[in-house]
């Protein structure tokens, strides 16, 4: 498994960082990129003082202690010259967590200012697979337009809205279910959270 992952600057840190802790214990790579307020929200969320990919890589593995099997490349999110800006390189998926309204605006439209855009826009010209985890409430016309747009390009929305029948205990808990929703969609078995049996 070879995965594209942005953090744009919406609140909803939790979710990346269980993802990413998740993705830790997955044999595959994963490029990476933040933008600066998905860094300052990283930091206000969990009290702690990042400034780059390589901080929150190293709280997530502190924190949690996952097993290593992936490997993380760093990327810089306002170098659109990077390998992931362009549609010769290959991965099988892209997923943006969590993801802002402007970054949602953005990729809808087609700009690409960022390493993020960037990557998003190839990954849906190149027609791999593109999830998106909005975390906003509640969405105004425009949201709901530009969201509907990324799902008119080929994008799956997953918004960032946890279940509750496996009956979470910690906030953790609802950070792994849209984790193993999103491996779910990979194609990859998760076990984060029980699955619904009737």
Sequence with gaps: MKLVVGLAGASGSIYAARFLRALYELEGETYITASPAA???FSEEYETKVESCEEILSFVETKWKPQTKHRFHVRN???????????SNTWDCMVVIPCSMKT???MSAGLTENLIERAADVTLK????LIVV???????????KNLLALDEAGAIILPASPGFYQMPKTLDDLGDFIAGRIFSLLGVNQTLFPKWLG
């Design 77 to 87: 999110f306002f170098d659109i010259g990077s390998d992931i800006a362009s549609g």
């Design 126 to 129: 190149e027609r791999r697979r």
């Design 134 to 144: 909005p975390r906003e409430t509640p969405y105004n016309r425009i949201h709901l």
């Design 39 to 41: 860094l300052r929200i």
């Design 104 to 106: 949602v605006a953005s």
